[in-house]
């Protein structure tokens, strides 16, 4: 035998309630995220207009700075560039591989420029200088930052003409060092050609070594062009040749088995009057 169960009416009216705050909390859960994801996509959109303001800052800075160095040099070229880029309000509870992870996507654009100085490897960033007091930091604004070709870690600068003669200085001294190096192997070539007519039956060759300067405290030194002239009686002697194809005579070695034998020949040898 079936027996059915009855409620009364006070149960089912209870019942009914139950089912009613169910729909009210799950609407409020609701409202809840939904007013969560208001407040934060505020708060991503008021972040994204302050980074694409500072962006934007950083170009004018950079434009203005531009407009100074090109009436130094024409060459300076103003670099524009802008890329896409985006930020997540995220749902941190989620798999990091559900699709519902990601709430909501903000895709926005930066502006970025900098300062190229055509036909040279010098680039000038222009960036914040920030600089750091212990508990503080201190904002001096929009600073050149000159880097490439020989240029690291330098200090920033805000004057274009301070940085327009530091180029300038670079490349004369660049210019200067190519000239003395041309220079230096003319006059190696001419050296030793010298030496070759003159002395065609020795053996004669050219190279390189590195001389330490002895004035430096420093071990800093510079790489110098050397000519050997190995005579038919097999006395050698070392040269340095300078810049102006002069000869510096560095060593001479003597094929003696001993210093009397040496000794000998110096003695017989007859050095001429030397007359003003």
């Excluded at 926005?108 to 600089?131: D, F, M, Q």
């Amino acid at each position: 035998m079936t027996q059915t169960l009855e409620l009364t009416a006070a149960e089912l009216e209870l019942i009914e309630n139950k089912r009613k705050q169910d729909i009210l909390a799950e609407e409020a859960e609701k409202l809840k995220k939904e007013a969560k994801i208001q407040k934060e996509s505020i708060e991503m959109e008021t972040s994204i207009l302050k980074e694409q303001k500072e962006a934007n800052l950083q170009v004018l800075a950079a434009t203005e700075y531009y407009n100074s160095l090109a009436k130094l040099n024409p060459k300076y070229k103003l670099i524009i560039t802008e890329k896409e880029t985006y930020r997540d309000i995220i749902n941190y509870s989620a798999d990091s591989k559900a699709p519902d992870r990601i709430i909501k996507r903000f895709d926005y654009k930066l502006s970025e420029a900098h300062i190229t100085l055509e036909g040279t490897p010098y680039n000038i960033n222009v960036r914040k200088h920030i600089v750091y007091k212990s508990w503080r930091s201190e904002d001096n604004g929009y600073k050149m930052e000159l880097y490439g070709g020989g240029f690291y870690n330098e200090r920033l600068l805000s004057n274009p003409k301070t940085l327009n003669k530091k180029i300038e200085d670079k490349l004369e001294s660049i210019e200067n060092k190519k000239v003395a190096e041309q220079k230096k192997a003319s006059s190696l070539d001419t050296a030793y050609n010298n030496l070759v007519n003159k002395y065609p039956e020795a053996t004669i060759t050219k190279s390189t070594e590195w001389e330490r300067n002895l004035y430096d405290r420093k071990v800093s030194g510079e790489t110098i062009n050397i000519i050997t002239v190995t005579l038919l009686n097999k006395i050698k002697i070392k040269f340095k040749v300078y810049n102006d194809g002069t000869l510096g005579r560095k060593e001479v070695s003597y094929p003696f088995k001993n210093n009397f034998d040496l000794l000998d020949t110096l003695n017989n040898i007859i050095i001429p009057e030397v007359t003003n």
